[in-house]
């Protein structure tokens, strides 16, 4: 376990550094000129050359790469060339908004995939079994934007039961602050709880079909019991990793969902941050949202070995 545990964060640690570069070499080729974007067209060579110098543009590729890295590392993300204030700062506020809303997602997700995927399981072939498929089936096929939509004209709109869109502001209590993310939370887990459905009952019946199970059944053993007691626990092997896919999906691919319902997270920081040529808050930010990516694929190989005791004695 030790030695896997080592190999991991050796590789976390190089897809890292190969994602700092990839990222920014993308946003090097881009085209256009931060400084020129914030003084227009008419801005004098002087003045230009001053700007670039004071946002550190002026320097090599390379040592621009370096300085940014080693701030990175340093917890220092540079200084927005925008609104001119830390990089660092800005993620913190926006973070308070987008962690919680994946996390609510997500947990909303799977609050409602794992009962249908073991009931489906269950009763495979009945009609329950046929709903259970041909409603997730339609949840995978329309987008989460439309959902999000449709929500705002019911239930904020027509019924006023939640606001169409801002953010309270955790400062006016808990109760506001979820009210807030309650629609974009419930337009981003519906698709993701469609998924994980159909995958939590295709694992419950490959697992199902295992002849430590028959064995179970024709000791006694009843249906219900053989899947909680024994099919359920291997079952979720599968469906950690699209779990842990999932809440990666969700914190860092919420940018039309926040922008739909105005929602200051990071998703919307990355979208005006590119509107307004910042590239030094998109690297950052990408960067961060990588990391969280590389960081959840790590902690659910952790998960494995707690899930399934087999795979601690190969590791």
């Known amino acids: 376990m030790g030695r896997f545990l080592i190999r991991r964060l050796l590789g976390l640690i190089v897809a890292l550094a190969v994602a700092s570069v990839v990222i920014f070499l993308c946003l090097e080729v881009v085209p256009g000129?931060?400084?020129a974007y914030m003084l227009?067209?008419?801005a004098r060579p002087d003045t230009l050359a001053a700007l670039r110098a004071e946002l550190g543009l002026d320097g090599s590729a390379v040592?621009?790469?370096?300085?940014?890295?080693?701030?990175?590392?340093?917890?220092?993300?540079?200084i927005s060339y925008t609104y001119r204030t830390p990089v660092s700062g800005m993620i913190v506020d926006r973070m308070w908004v987008s962690l919680p809303l994946a996390l609510y997602a997500l947990g909303l997700s799977v609050a409602i995939a794992f009962p249908a995927g073991i009931w489906a399981a269950s009763r495979r072939g009945s009609a329950a079994d046929l709903g259970v498929m041909g409603v997730t089936q339609l949840g995978v096929a329309v987008p989460n934007f439309w959902f999000a939509m449709l929500m705002?004209?019911?239930?904020?709109?027509?019924?006023?039961?939640?606001?169409?869109?801002?953010?309270?502001?955790?400062d006016e209590g808990l109760f506001a602050g979820l009210k807030s993310l309650t629609l974009p939370a419930i337009a981003l887990a519906l698709p993701q709880a469609s998924i994980l459905t159909r995958v939590m009952r295709s694992s419950l019946l490959d697992t199902l079909g295992e002849?430590?199970?028959r064995t179970a059944r024709?000791?006694?053993?009843?249906?219900?019991?053989?899947?909680w007691a024994h099919g359920l626990r291997n079952?979720?092997?599968?469906?950690?990793?699209?779990?842990?896919?999932?809440?990666?999906?969700?914190?860092?691919?919420?940018?039309?969902?926040?922008n739909v319902f105005y929602l200051p997270g990071l998703g919307r920081l990355v979208f005006q941050a590119i509107s307004s040529r910042d590239l030094i808050v998109v690297e950052s930010v990408v960067l961060l949202l990588v990391f969280a990516v590389i960081a959840v694929n790590f902690a659910v190989d952790m998960a494995?070995?707690?899930v399934d005791p087999r795979l601690r004695g190969r590791r």
């Open 152 to 170: 705002v004209l019911l239930f904020a709109i027509k019924l006023r039961w939640f606001p169409s869109g801002g953010f309270a502001g955790w």
């Open 304 to 306: 494995y070995g707690l």
């Open 40 to 42: 227009g067209v008419n």
């Open 63 to 78: 040592q621009r790469y370096f300085d940014w890295i080693g701030g990175m590392l340093r917890g220092d993300f540079g």
């Open 33 to 35: 000129d931060p400084a």
């Open 211 to 213: 002849d430590y199970i």
């Open 218 to 227: 024709a000791k006694g053993v009843s249906r219900r019991r053989a899947i």
């Open 235 to 258: 079952a979720l092997i599968p469906v950690l990793t699209i779990i842990g896919l999932q809440f990666s999906f969700l914190l860092a691919g919420a940018i039309i969902i926040e």
